[in-house]
C-alpha cells in the first residue's frame, strides 16, 4: 500500500500498513548531531571568551565570520543605528514590520503573570512575587537564516516582560549586514547590538566581557556550534529549548482546496532540508489531489529544489482511517505547528495534548501565525511540544515565593516542622521552628 | 576589620572593608565538578540503559546500590506498597505529613494557570491553551539525602497540574527503603516507584525500559552524577534546574533575638558542608550578639561537625553601611533563601529583584518553609534567582498557542505576511498566505 512518487518525492504512507508504526519512527527521528569533535571546539571557543575576554571574541569573530576588526567598537551598533535602519526601510516593509509588532506585542500582553497573595486567618500570607530578569540576550542566526521576523518573535516577549536591558547578538559573515533585521530589533526594544554569533557570541553573553554584559537568559535559534555552547553554559544563565529542523503536521477532513495546503506544506518544507512536513486525512481522494497539487505547483516554487528534498526525505501524505486516528497521531507527533484544516477545528482542541501552535480552520495558514497573528513562533520541535511552551513572557520573569508568619500562624507551623524536621534527623531545622512555637 | 573567629570560624566581613568585594566573590563562588571522568561514566551508563533497558539498569543497580537483584520486579513498589507505609507510620509524624501535604496542596492551587482567548473584531480568535505534562519523573536522592518533605514538595505541584501519570525512582543502598518517603510519595499522589537511582534512573526515566515508562519531564535534585545525567538527557525530555548546595541570606535589622538568627543560620548549614549561611545587618553589635549566640550554641547541636564545616568554609557575618546596601547585597547574591528579619519587611519587596523565596519578619524561620508554610522548597541555588523560579505547577504544564483566522482576519494578516516573507525571500510562506487573501 506505500509508494514513492517520481516527482516529489513525498512518501505515502497508511496506518493500515504493517509497517506504519516504524516507518513513522524512521520520519520522525531526528538528532542534532554534537559529536566530540564539536563539543571540543566549542568548549575551547568558550573558554578563550571567558578567560581573554573581548580579544578572544573579536578573534573568533575574524576567523569565523571571516572579518578584519581591531575591536569591539567596530562590532557593537547603538539604538540610533538601528532607529535609522527602521527608517530607511521601504514604506510597505517599514509599515508591514510595524503592524507585525503590534499584533505580536498585543498578545503577549495577556500572557504576563501577576503577583499574587492570600492571607489566612490567622494572619499569615503567602504568595508568589513576579518579577522580570534584568537582562536578555537574544542570539539572531546570521546569514542565510536571517530573520527579522525572529528578532521580533524572540525580543518582544523580553520587552513586554519588563526586562532591563535587552542584549541581541548576530553574525555578520563576510561583515554584510541586514537592515531589516536592525530594523527589526528597534521595533522590538533592542537595547543594544553586537555583530557576534557561533560559540564565542553565547560565550559573551554567559559570561561578559570588557563590552558585552553578562545577561541573565540566552534565547533564539543557531546551529550546532550555538545549541551546543547553550548546552554547555546551561545553568550560569538561562536558556531557551535547543531548538530542532522546523515541522508542520496538517490534519485535512478533505474539505481544503489541494493547492492550498500543497502550498502550506511547501511553506513548512522551504525552510530547509531537514524540515518536516506532514499531511494526515482519512480521505484518500483528498491525499491523491494534494499530491497532484504538490507535482503541479512544485517546479513552479523559488526554492524548489529545498523542498523537493526536504518532502521526499522527511515528508508524508498519510491516511488514516478515521478521526480517532487522527488524534492519536497528532499526540505520538507533538507537531511543533498543527494546522486543523478541518470544519468545527473547536471541537479538536480538548483532544489536542501536545502541539506548539494549533492553526484552526482552513483559512489560518501557518504562514500567518509565523509573522503577524500575533502568538510566538519560537516552538517546541521534534516531540518536545509534549513538556515545553512556545516562547512567551513566562520565559523573561520570574517569580520569588513569599511567607510572612503571624506569629500564631508561626506557633502552628512550627508544631509540624518541628515533627517532620525531626523525623529527617535535622534538628537545627526543628530548633529553629521550634523558637516560634508560644508556649 | 576583617577576622575569624576560632570559635565557629564563620567569616566576619565588612562592606567598607577594601577587599570587601573580592571576599564575597570567593565565598560565593561555586561550580559543581563534573569533570571528563564523570561524563565518560554517565554517557556509557546512559547509553547501556538507552540500548539494554531493564538488563542494564539491574545491573547498574546491583553494582552502585549493592544490590543483588534478579529483575525490575524486586525495584518496583505499587501503590498499595505506597499507602501500607503510610499507614504504618507514628501517629503524629503520619498527621504532620498530611498536614503539610494539605497546605502544600493548597497553595499549589494557586498556581494554575488558565486557558486563554481573545476575540478580534473581525472573529479571528486568539489564544493559549493549557495542559498538563502526560508523565512526570520525580528523582529523590537515597541514603542520607533521602527527605520525605522532597517529594511532597516535588510531586505534590506534578499532581496539582493533572500530569495523568506521576512515577518516582528512588536508590535503595545495600537495599533499606526510607518509609517515611514511601508515605509521602502516597501522600503526594505518586502512582509507582522504582528503587532505583544514578544515572541509570535518569537514563530509564529519558528513555523508557521495559519496566518504566519514558516521562517528558524529570525533576529533584541528586548528586553529580545524576545532574550531569540530566544535563545530557535535556532536550529528549524536559528537566528542573541543576541544583547547587543549599544557602540563605538573613538580613537583620538588629531587632531579632540573636539566638532564633544563629539557630536560623545552623538550620542552613547542617545540610552538608557546602551549604552557605550569610547574615548581613548595618548593626555592629547585634552582628557581635549573633556571633556570641553561634559561638555558645553550636557545640548543642547534633550535626555541630557538619555545621562548623560549612559556617567556617561558606558562612559570613557581613556589617553593611545601610538598609540601601543590604538590599544591593541581595541582588547581587540572588539567594535561594532570603530571610528579611526586619520591621515592616513589606517595604522592602519591591525592591528584591532576586531571591527564590522569601520568608518575612522575625516569625518566618525558613524551617517552616522547608516543610509546611505551603510554598516550594525546590528553589533556584548559586544565583540562578536571576532567572529561575520556584518548582512549581507551572513546571508540569505546557501551552499551546490557539490561533483562528476568520476569513476576513486571514485576509487582512495575509497582506501583511505576504510582504515579510518576502522580505526574507521564503516565497511559499507568502504564496500559502496569499490564497487567504480576499481578491
Redesign the interface.
Known amino acids: 500500500m506505500t509508494e514513492t512518487n517520481a516527482s516529489s518525492g513525498i512518501s505515502r504512507l497508511a496506518t493500515a500498513d504493517a509497517d506504519f508504526s516504524a516507518r513513522l519512527d524512521h520520519l520522525l527521528a531526528w538528532e542534532g548531531v554534537s559529536d566530540g569533535e564539536v563539543q571540543a571546539r566549542v568548549a575551547e571557543i568558550l573558554s578563550a571568551v571567558k578567560e581573554r575576554g573581548d580579544a578572544a571574541l573579536v578573534e573568533a569573530s575574524n576567523r569565523f565570520d571571516r572579518l578584519a576588526v581591531a575591536d569591539m567598537v567596530e562590532l557593537t551598533l547603538d539604538a540610533p543605528r538601528l532607529r535609522r535602519a527602521y527608517e530607511g526601510l521601504p514604506d ?2 517599514r509599515e ?2 510595524a ?2 509588532a503590534e499584533r505580536i506585542r498585543l ?1 503577549h500582553e ?2 504576563k ?1 501577576e503577583s ?1 497573595h ?1 492571607t489566612e486567618e490567622n494572619g ?6 513576579v ?1 522580570p ?2 537582562r536578555a540576550g537574544i542570539y539572531v542566526p546570521g546569514g542565510k537564516a536571517a ?3 525572529s528578532v521580533l518573535m524572540n525580543a518582544i516577549p523580553a520587552h513586554v516582560a519588563g526586562v532591563r536591558e535587552i542584549i541581541m547578538v548576530v553574525p555578520t559573515p563576510d561583515g554584510v549586514l541586514n537592515e ?1 533585521v536592525l530594523a527589526a530589533a528597534h521595533l522590538a526594544g533592542v537595547d543594544r547590538v553586537f555583530t557576534v554569533g557561533g560559540a564565542q557570541a553565547i560565550a559573551a553573553l554567559a559570561f561578559g566581557t570588557e563590552t558585552v554584559p553578562r545577561v ?2 540566552i534565547v533564539g535559534p543557531g546551529n550546532i556550534y550555538v545549541a551546543t555552547a547553550k ?1 554547555a553554559v ?2 550560569q ?2 536558556i531557551d ?2 531548538a530542532g529542523p522546523s515541522e508542520i503536521l496538517v490534519i485535512s477532513d478533505g474539505g481544503t ?1 489541494p ?2 495546503l500543497a ?2 506544506l ?2 513548512q ?3 530547509d532540508e531537514d524540515a518536516q512536513a506532514i499531511l494526515v486525512s482519512w480521505d484518500g481522494e483528498h491525499l491523491d489531489a494534494v499530491e497532484a497539487a504538490i507535482d503541479r505547483l512544485l517546479p513552479t ?3 524548489h529544489a529545498i ?1 523537493r528534498e526536504s518532502l521526499s526525505r522527511r515528508g508524508a501524505l498519510i491516511r488514516c482511517r478515521d478521526r480517532a486516528e487522527a488524534v492519536a497521531l497528532i499526540n505520538r507527533i507533538a507537531p511543533e505547528h ?1 494546522e486543523l484544516s478541518v470544519a468545527n ?2 471541537g479538536w ?1 480538548p483532544e ?10 482552513r ?14 513562533h519560537v ?2 520541535t521534534s516531540g ?7 516562547l ?1 513572557v ?1 520565559d523573561f520573569q ?10 500564631e ?2 506557633s502552628t ?5 518541628s ?3 525531626r ?11 521550634e ?2 512555637i508560644k508556649t
Request: glycine share 10%; net charge negative.
Open positions: 510597505d516593509q508591514a514590520l503592524q507585525a498578545y495577556h500572557q503573570p499574587w492570600y499569615t500570607v503567602l504568595g508568589q512575587q518579577m530578569l534584568d530573520y527579522p521576523s531589516l541573565d537568559k548546552r546551561f545553568g544563565v538561562g529549548m535547543i482546496d493547492e492550498w502550498m502550506d511547501f511553506s518544507a522551504e525552510h516554487l523559488d526554492r523542498v498543527l477545528p473547536e482542541l489536542v495534548r501536545h502541539a506548539g501552535a494549533i492553526f484552526m480552520g483559512y489560518t495558514a501557518e504562514a500567518l501565525g509565523d509573522y503577524c497573528a500575533g502568538p510566538n516552538l517546541p518536545t511540544a509534549r513538556f515545553s511552551s512556545p512567551g513566562y520570574k517569580r520569588s515565593s513569599i511567607i510572612h508568619c503571624s506569629a500562624g508561626a507551623l512550627g508544631r509540624v516542622a515533627v517532620l524536621a523525623g529527617e534527623s535535622l534538628t537545627a531545622h526543628a530548633r529553629s521552628a523558637y516560634r
